[in-house]
């Protein structure tokens, strides 16, 4: 049994957004073979720091309609991620974003 807890489409404004202490969305597939890898160590730390952090977990197969809205995307350099974007932003807040590289 997962310690981390299922969120939906329509669960998520409640028990994400308008969450009470620091929450990690795990957002995952079925089909996604490193999802499952990690989903039980997960588990592990959301059981033992269930006082510090909340862990949810999303499936994207079944709830498009989050997934959707919080995209992100992820600068690669010599194979390390080196930025992370997140969210939907007009042009010239994702050029602020990506300035060091566009340089």
């Known amino acids: 049994m997962s310690s981390a807890k299922a969120v939906t489409d329509a669960s998520f404004q409640t028990d994400v957004l ?9 957002f995952w597939a079925e089909w996604c073979g ?22 949810v977990k999303l499936n994207v197969d079944d709830n498009p309609e989050t997934a959707m809205k919080i995209p ?8 390390e991620v080196v ?14 974003d990506l300035a060091e590289f566009l340089a």
Do not use: Q, T
């Not at 308008?18 to 795990?26: L, Q, R």
């Not at 930025?83 to 602020?96: N, S």
């Open 18 to 26: 308008e969450h009470d202490k620091p929450i990690m969305v795990d």
């Open 72 to 79: 992100a995307m992820y600068v690669f350099r010599g194979g």
């Open 34 to 55: 490193p999802c499952r890898a990690v989903s039980p160590i997960l588990d592990k730390i959301a059981e033992e720091n269930s006082d510090k952090l909340d862990i």
């Open 83 to 96: 930025k992370r974007v997140i969210g939907a932003k007009p042009k010239p807040a994702l050029e602020a």
